[in-house]
């Protein structure tokens, strides 16, 4: 691999013991990966920070990073923690677990990263812009990178989105170069897609059938933020899919190369009829809802007001919205929240369904409106799991 | 004596036991850092520990925290001689430069089937191959 000056003195070691094992690690992915240069990057998203993802082998990495005393060379953001780190009680945490969530905060915190515990960083400020090549790890915030805003990402792991962030490049390989990032298979998307859910059922059943290919969506009318959100997550978690194209929405999609298109497949009703009934799993009490996988937006907040309308959640439910602590900052959604906690809505930040241990250690029956969050929740077997709309949703739980 | 070609990915010459994981490995939820001991109940290894042992396995899966705890294994002084993989990842790329535990891949055939758990094995990184001594 060609390395400049610079980065050959980061490799050799100039720049103290922990940089260079960082270089060193950066250097070989893309040497395996086929790269022959690094390329600066513009931001990092990093995961790997809820202790019930990363254990107790974390802080041996932190202590080799604070003896050289190393900080991030550009803006970086935290993923989702184990737990809202204010309300943490509520949800049912536990002190050791409390103790070990904030040492690791602390520690990111020492680096200069900032703690804004989301995997959705473009909906609090930090949107990505075209062509920016990124270090993004949280597999839903790759994919709305790649596709929505145009920028360019792999899917980094926690460990090698930590280093870019520190060393200030990434190997140049994969999705950086514009010849991968072409579409392979054309999805018609015949069947309605309204909901958020739909667009979570479709993503789902694109990465179940297509693992890691990357798709161009025809006939699809509507795609803002909050449901392209959703078709990404779902497909990054059936399938790995790291990018994707939405004819006349996604900002490659007009000029992007159609001459490997190997396929052409129809999504139509009797499909996502068969993504809701493979999550159809409660036939009994319901115990929990959980919306916001990814982090909910004020778009969600607002939906989830209007839909509850007069109506408050019934005695015994649960409902559990997760977003970011940014978000709850926001004066619109302020106001909301106070009116949705009195009818039995609960708002946590921080946090998701996912990462934190609460969830699927203390409530069995659960509903949601993300395929992601359905998959990840029913993946020991512990957990039933029904995918709704939030329309049904709350007809279901409320009164 | 077999002699195996393999592509250097951390460099280092040992001399050790084989132990063979027939199946992916997922460090994170399935390696103990503090111990090297398997803690994966599906895999056969199951109880048995990684430390001095050449270990030998066709690729990782799961969480790419997995990096952290196989840096965690050497810091806690039970981490494998070296390791060997049909296919390096970034998972195993990263934790083995962390660690700096010699670990090679691309093999000219399926490492898990011509290595054998207890085959004497010689990881030879300046000459990119693996010596196998059959017991």
Known sequence: MFLTKEQQKMLDGEHGHAIAKLTHLIVKIGEVNGATRLIPIKNAQIAGVSYLTVGEPIFSFFNMLSEDNVKVSVPSWLNPAGMDMKKWKEMGIKNDFAEKQRRIIQQYQEMGIQTTLTCTPYLIGHKPKFGDHLAWSE????????????ARTNREGGPSSLASAIIGFTADYGLHKKENRVPRIVVDVEATINHFSDFSALGY?????????????????????DQVKMLGAAMAASGSVAHFH?????????????????????????????IYNHFNQIKERVNLVVIGC??????????????????????????WVFSSQKLMQNDEVKKLLTNLEEKGVKIFADTCMVVSPVVRENYKNILTNSAKAAFYLTREGTNKVSLLSLSEIIERVSE | MKTIKVRTIVEGTVEGIALVSPIPISFFGGVDAETGIITDSENPLFGESLTDKIFVFPRSKGSTVGSYVIYGLSVNNVAPLALIADKAETIVIAGAILANIPFVDRTDQDVTISIKTGDKLIVDTTQNIIKIKKE
């Open chain 1, 246 to 274: 939405i004819a006349k929405h996604t900002p490659e999609a007009e000029k992007v190369d159609l001459s490997h298109i190997s396929e052409t497949v129809t999504f139509d009703e009797s499909d996502k009829k068969q």
């Open chain 1, 139 to 150: 597999s839903s915030a790759v994919s709305i990178a790649n596709a929505y805003y145009g």
């Open chain 1, 294 to 319: 990814p982090h909910s937006s004020l778009e969600d907040v607002k939906l989830i007001d209007s839909s509850l309308g007069d109506k408050s959640i019934k005695e015994g439910i649960k409902f």
């Open chain 1, 205 to 225: 059943w694109y990465g179940e059938k297509f693992h890691g290919i990357i798709p161009y969506f025809k006939s699809i009318k509507s795609a803002n933020i």
